[in-house]
T-cell receptor, first 114, second 110 residues
Framework: NAGVMQNPRHLVRRRGQEARLRCSPMKGHSHVYWYRQLPEEGLKFMVY????????ESGMPKERFSAEFPKEGPSILRIQQVVRGDSAAYFCASYAGVGANVLTFGAGSRLTVL | KNEVEQSPQNLTAQEGEFITINCSYS?????LHWLQQHPGGGIVSLFMLSSGKKKHGRLIATINIQEKHSSLHITASHPRDSAVYICAVSSGGSQGNLIFGKGTKLSVKP
């Protein structure tokens, strides 16, 4: 069981470009969460998805950010027209669902916007 | 005031010492998580608890729901325990909709 896989681990983009971050949950986990850790700040919840559904996007910035978790393939966090303030570490975590007692985190994707 | 407060912010200990990290929260919760973030940035979930006490190896986590307080203890600390320890709570939403503390940076000297 490979755990939660995130890629790319490091991504450099210029202002105005798009960033796509991918997260493959643990086998058997159907719940995915995305978090952002800005430099020198704590982690913040962004969005919660189950297969083909966004369950809670209360932590997502209103513009430029979107997330999906298709029936097949990884969950994707998409940032359009990136700005320097988007530079951060983005973590995803997966969860088996009700009754499970642990979240499993990926290693994170570090986005740098030049 | 943050909804999740940790203390201390920084902690330096000698190898072998008993360590306690505290977490207080001001919201109703369904569960409290202790996480470990390594110097390389990866995050490991140590405990998820909603009552009482859990133990795993040299780590012990306790929670007092009435006092809205949790502690993480490390017995016989070792330099490899050096990391940032983060307390986070699930409050009202799903398990992973977490409110995070700012973390406690632990450094264990040999």
């Amino acid at each position: 069981n490979a755990g939660v896989m995130q890629n790319p681990r490091h991504l450099v983009r210029r202002r105005g470009q798009e960033a796509r971050l991918r997260c493959s949950p643990m086998k058997g986990h159907s719940h995915v969460y995305w978090y952002r850790q800005l430099p020198e700040e704590g982690l913040k919840f962004m969005v919660y998805l189950q297969k083909e559904n966004i369950i809670d996007e209360s932590g997502m910035p209103k513009e430029r950010f979107s997330a999906e978790f298709p029936k097949e393939g990884p969950s994707i966090l998409r940032i359009q027209q990136v700005v320097r303030g988007d530079s951060a570490a983005y973590f995803c975590a997966s969860y088996a669902g009700v009754g499970a007692n642990v979240l499993t985190f990926g290693a994170g994707s570090r986005l740098t916007v030049l | 005031k943050n909804e999740v407060e940790q203390s201390p912010q920084n902690l330096t200990a000698q190898e072998g010492e008993f360590i306690t990290i505290n977490c207080s929260y001001s919201v109703g919760i369904s569960a409290l998580h202790w996480l470990q973030q390594h110097p390389g940035g990866g995050i490991v979930s140590l405990f998820m608890l909603s009552s009482g006490k859990k133990k795993h190896g040299r780590l012990i986590a306790t929670i007092n729901i009435q006092e809205k307080h949790s502690s993480l203890h490390i017995t016989a600390s070792h330099p490899r325990d050096s990391a940032v320890y983060i307390c986070a709570v699930s409050s009202g939403g799903s398990q992973g909709n977490l409110i995070f503390g700012k973390g406690t940076k632990l450094s264990v000297k040999p």
